[in-house]
């Protein structure tokens, strides 16, 4: 046999029997994690991360973001977080405004005036503190309540503020001079204790207000605290209600469901039952024929409000991608821009993200 034959031989030699057994034991186990893997979904899981989100997140907080509200001209969003702070900024490129830092402990809501010029904010530390949305100087600090204020509203005609309490009642009072006008639900107690009350909504009118905590939806006579009539099933959690633009309906986000009244008949004309967890924020789109809810399943779904007709889920807070690497927060707010063409949303992740309106 010539030389050049020997080596060629030698380049073809036959795998030894232990070679063979170390591909096997390798690729069997490789063989059995392949078909529990879904290729072609981690290809698209990939693609996701890389490709830039189609919607602005804003990430100055340091806490998660409780809440979320448009200026009444859309060229401004205020946000409050767990951060102690409540930051405004422009909602068209995130540009910072203004950072409010005279609230000691979480700040849990915030809400613009009327007419743009002051924001509410209420917090952890039982106050409710009104200043200016442009120089951030406070003008009044409310002290009527005795525990953790969750919720405030203005007026329509920016005179009363309403705030929902941890303490078990909801106090309506005059938004330049701080007074005490009415109280209501001071005896809403459980077992000797106040329950509290999570949510409070004015009727586009002023006449009316919507309050919600443990068990139904109330509505009260907004001059007189005099309670008009209970919308639910008599038990769950309202964790929000809104009224819909023309006065006609309120939402009442109510454990993992949203529930649709017709205020006038006292009639449940629809359920939404598309998410997963607890819902904990409820929007009216400006012309009230869509809604966009918001919860503990790190989703906002858009939908229309009479039918329920599926439109979009918004995921935005709950998948991975370049600059948003966490999951698993529930989303706490949402709110429309007053154009209706996008939504801003707020969440466990400390940030804000603002999307089209699908």
């Known amino acids: 046999m010539s030389e050049q034959a020997k080596k060629t031989r030698r380049l073809f030699r036959r795998p030894s029997g232990r070679a063979i057994f170390i591909a096997i034991a390798i690729l069997i186990p490789l063989a059995v994690i392949l078909s529990y893997v879904d290729i072609p979904g981690s290809i698209v899981f990939v693609e996701h991360f890389f490709t830039a989100p189609k919607h602005f997140t804003y990430q100055g907080h340091s806490d998660y973001v409780s809440s979320v509200a448009w200026s009444p001209d859309g060229k401004r969003i205020a946000s409050a977080s767990g951060d102690k702070t409540v930051q405004v900024w422009d909602a068209a490129n995130g540009g910072h405004v203004l950072t409010y830092r005279h609230h000691t402990s979480d700040v849990l809501t915030v809400a613009w005036s009327p007419d743009g010029r002051y924001l509410a904010s209420a917090a952890v530390d039982s106050t409710v503190q009104v200043w200016n949305s ?97 919308y639910g099933y008599h038990g769950g959690v309202v964790h929000q209600v809104a009224w819909s633009p023309d006065g006609k309906y309120i939402a009442v986000a109510s454990d993992v469901s949203v529930l649709i009244w017709e205020v006038a008949t006292i009639k449940n004309v629809y359920t939404y039952s598309g998410h997963t967890g607890d819902v904990f924020s409820v929007a009216w789109s400006p012309d009230g024929r869509r809604i966009a809810s918001a919860g503990g399943d790190n989703t906002v779904q858009v939908w229309d409000a009479l039918t329920g007709k599926h439109v979009y889920i918004y995921r935005g807070h709950a998948d991975y991608y370049l600059g948003h690497f966490t999951s698993g927060n529930a989303v706490n707010s949402v709110a429309w821009s007053p154009n209706g063409k996008q939504i801003a949303s707020a969440a466990g992740d400390a940030t804000v993200q603002v999307w089209l309106a699908q």
């Open 134 to 230: 442009v120089s951030g100087a406070q003008v009044l600090t409310y002290h009527g309540h005795l525990d953790a204020v969750f919720a405030v509203a203005w007026s329509p005609d920016q005179t009363r503020i309403a705030s929902a309490s941890n303490d078990g009642t909801v106090q309506v009072w005059d938004a330049t001079t701080g007074k005490t006008l009415v109280t209501f639900g001071s005896q809403h107690v459980a077992k000797g204790f106040p329950l509290p009350w999570n949510t409070v909504a004015w009727s586009p009118d002023g006449k009316r207000i919507a309050i919600g905590g443990n068990g139904d939806a109330l509505i009260w006579d907004a001059a007189s605290g005099k309670n008009i009539v209970a």
